[in-house]
């Protein structure tokens, strides 16, 4: 019979693995995967002890019940160093639980990413008498859904505890894992202050970083429908999104989307080891997620302006209070919130007095709830269930302008500006379309002048505009004001726009994914980023 599948944490089939059946402790099949990672065995029905081993990854026994209907899901994790801290955001004073995975000792440090890298302490050298044993094992079955549950089995001894405090300073921290080999794995901690201390919050879009998260085989970009039945041998050849003309992976209605956790190591989050705020920014997924917002960091420590860091999960939970800060800064891609985040930032911006740098794009266009504080679910249906059309689309007035609105209420509504995929990839310069705005106070730049063509985004290079842009939206606020467009293709380049409101809040939008990694290297993209800010803290 086939028994199930052995896949490891891509969900790509592993051929060759020796696979053993026990039964009420005595060894019944001893069998290996075929190459498409299929387990076959001549077996009884019933509950059984399986033991896999394959070289170049972590062997394991699992517990299982044969089930002719429904293959089991083996996984098995590679040998690597990989971890997170768990969880992912706290505020000052707060714990976390470091869970590494690695197969020879390894050094942990925690660092501080600003304008500088700061040391913070040494954690120590992490080793076990017994052999490999800091190495984790994965759950069987879509963990992307349950979290990777690492130091949850064998960690029980109290003097073994690998807790870590978060730092008095608020700031985007960083755990530095180092093997004795030279591999390096770093991953990120969102350290809130225990109380506000600055008058600016900026918020990082820890949403979107799970959101496009892809460990264990499934992020809201691959398999958001739930995992396919078999692994995949080879991506090209076996999955639809690359066989099927017109593929889209939201074509599911919103409730039929399985949940993703953020139990699980952020790859695309890691910042090697040697590199500064000021370097290019290595990496596809680097450029849109942590190290990208990193920049934002960076620079306002550069330019001087304190600042309190948080998680968007802090704003969904209730932990941050918008009231006690002037000014809210989200950067780079914060694609996804909650319908409670939406309703405070908007509230706050347009009833209050709230002002809003929207240093990104993409921002807010597509609704999530939480399950729990640690498992998330994308309503992320974009076209028609039978693929005949989109449902979304910002330059046709007969659609919606994105997901956000389908479930709830236009994004542009808050941000004055909205995505659609014109431009989409590429980046440029802007041109300057409203010389006079207090916005371009000091550049010297006039009407039809370029700007912003320095980035440190090596996916979509060529300017301050780009990777992802928006447009002003229908629904914008009146007396939103076009300040700036780029000169991507299409038509598509980011329009960079403001607005206030009677409450005298005000929002700036940036419009473009690429923005803060041109604000360290670009002059006048630095210069109109703290003109704006200069203005909204009342300076
Ligand atoms: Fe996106």
Redesign the pocket.
């Known amino acids: 019979m086939l028994v199930g599948y052995v896949s490891d944490e891509r969900y790509l089939a592993v051929g060759d693995v020796l696979v053993e059946f026990e039964r009420e402790g005595e060894s019944v099949a001893v069998v290996r995967s075929t190459p498409r990672g299929a387990v076959y065995a001549d077996l009884e029905p019933g509950p059984y002890r399986v033991s896999l081993c394959c070289s170049g990854y972590g062997a394991k026994s699992v517990e299982m019940v044969t089930d002719a209907a429904q293959p089991y899901q083996f996984r098995l994790l590679s040998d690597c160093l990989l971890g997170y801290v768990w969880p992912k955001w706290v505020r000052s004073g707060e714990r976390s639980e470091f869970r590494v995975h690695a197969v020879e000792p390894y050094h942990l440090s925690v660092w501080r990413y600003g304008y500088r890298k700061e040391h913070v302490r040494d954690i120590g050298w992490f080793d076990e008498h017994g052999p490999r044993a800091t190495m984790q094992v994965t759950p069987d079955g879509d963990y992307a859904q349950t979290g990777v549950e690492w130091n949850k089995r064998g960690y029980d001894n109290p003097h073994h505890t690998q807790f870590v405090t978060g730092p008095e300073r608020s700031g985007l921290y960083y755990l530095h894992a180092k093997g004795e080999s030279g591999a390096f794995f770093s991953f990120p901690w969102i350290v809130a202050p225990a109380a506000p201390r600055a008058k600016i919050a900026v918020i990082c879009s820890n949403i979107?970083w799970n959101?496009?998260n892809n460990f264990g085989g499934r992020s809201n970009y691959i398999h958001p429908e739930g995992l396919p039945a078999a692994p995949p041998l080879n991506a090209r050849l076996d999955l639809e999104r690359y066989q099927k003309t017109g593929f889209s992976g939201f074509r599911y209605p919103n409730d039929h989307y399985p949940p993703i956790s953020f139990e699980r190591p952020e790859i695309g989050c890691h910042v090697p080891e040697q590199t500064q705020v000021t370097d290019p920014i290595a990496g596809r997924q680097a450029s849109?997620l942590a190290p990208a917002e990193w920049r934002t960091l960076g620079w306002l420590e550069r330019e001087g302006f304190e600042y309190d860091l948080y998680a968007e999960s802090h704003l969904h939970f209730g932990q941050l209070d918008l009231d006690r800060y002037r000014v809210l800064i989200a950067s780079v891609?914060p694609?996804y919130v909650t319908v409670p985040m939406f309703d405070r930032i908007k509230s706050w911006v347009h009833e209050r007095g709230g002002r809003f740098l929207y240093l990104g794009a993409?921002g807010y266009?597509c609704e999530v709830e939480f399950l729990d504080a640690g498992t998330m679910r994308c309503k992320t249906q974009m076209m028609k269930e039978d693929e005949t059309g989109y449902l979304v689309d910002p330059t046709d007035p007969a659609c919606y302008e994105s997901r956000m609105q389908m479930v709830h209420e236009p994004d542009g509504s808050l941000l004055g500006v909205t995505?659609s995929a014109l431009g989409l990839m590429t980046g440029a310069p802007y041109r300057v379309i409203k010389p006079d705005h207090w916005v371009f106070a000091g550049t010297g730049l006039r009407e039809g002048d370029l700007f912003g063509a320095a980035s440190l985004q090596e996916r979509c290079p060529g300017g301050a505009s780009g990777h992802?842009m928006d447009r002003i939206s229908r629904y914008a606020p009146p007396g939103t004001e076009l300040l700036a467009k780029g000169l991507n293709p299409e038509n598509g380049g980011a329009e960079m726009a403001c607005y206030e409101t009677p409450s005298g809040g005000a929002v700036f939008a940036a419009s473009s994914?690429t923005w803060p990694a041109a604000l360290l290297v670009d002059p006048h993209v630095s210069r109109i980023t703290a003109n704006v800010l200069s203005r909204y803290l009342g300076e």
Do not use: P, V
């Open positions: 979107n959101a496009y849109h891609h694609e993409n266009s995505c992802e994914i």
